[in-house]
């Protein structure tokens, strides 16, 4: 079965970090290149950031920009975002996404990781 | 960036109805567009690829029509179960965009 697993949400206060990671299974996951998307509470989607099948090349969105770092590691098949300067407007449930198929649809998404930021 | 722009954004409809949610690009996007349900506390499913393409094991009342800008998602017998959230989502070009959703709910 094609499974991602989030982990690594919690609750962290203004300015603090805290790094999620994505287990993946049932794919060859070096082949394909990976997502994070977000869902503030009550709000739609954001696409956050990705990452190329070898880590060579990635993709910050303007708001995550300079603060969020996406990395992997294809032996471990693990995604990772490295979330720094966390801002309330951070606070989201985040969700790891593989991007597939001729017309580059997310199939399958994790169930999701809740970061919380607040004091 | 192409922005991706839904209605409505939030519908009434009773079980039995037929219901159209539209999505419009900001340019053209070709075919390269997807369709999503998410019901509360879960994450999203795939429901449609390639504007038209039915995933497998999603029921043939969900159907997806058009092409360039303008794109449909129809729903034609509503069921309970079908009670959620749709998004729209463009992946035609970097970064991808999601509509900002339309909310379904029981009449």
């Known amino acids: 079965e094609v499974q991602l697993v989030e982990s690594g949400g919690g609750l962290v206060q203004p300015g603090g970090s805290l790094r999620l990671s994505c287990a993946a299974s049932g794919f060859t996951f070096s082949s394909y290149a990976m997502h994070w998307v977000r869902q503030a509470p009550g709000k739609g989607l954001e696409y956050v950031s990705a990452?190329?099948?070898?880590?060579?090349?990635?993709y910050y969105a303007n708001s995550v920009k300079g603060r969020f770092t996406i990395s992997r590691d294809n032996s471990k098949n693990t995604l990772y975002l490295q979330m720094g300067s966390l801002r309330a407007e951070d606070m989201a449930v985040y969700y790891c996404?593989?991007?597939?198929?001729?017309?580059?649809?997310?199939?399958?998404w994790g169930q999701g990781t809740l970061v919380t930021v607040s004091s | 960036d192409i922005q991706m722009t839904q209605s409505p954004s939030s519908l009434s409809a009773s079980v039995g109805d037929r219901v159209t949610i539209t999505c419009r690009a900001s340019q053209s996007i070709s075919s390269y567009l997807n369709w999503y349900q998410q019901k509360p506390g879960k994450a999203p499913k795939l429901l449609i690829y390639?504007?038209?393409s039915l995933q497998s094991g999603v029921p043939s009342r969900f159907s997806g029509s058009g092409s360039g800008t303008d794109f449909t998602l129809t729903i034609s017998s509503l069921q309970p179960e079908d009670f959620a959230t749709y998004y729209c989502?463009?992946?035609?070009?970097?970064?991808?965009?999601f509509g900002q959703g339309t909310k379904l709910e029981i009449k």
């Open positions: 989502q463009q992946s035609y070009s970097t970064p991808v965009a």
């Open positions: 390639a504007a038209s």
């Open positions: 990452i190329s099948s070898n880590g060579g090349s990635t």
């Open positions: 996404a593989r991007l597939t198929g001729e017309y580059n649809w997310f199939d399958p």
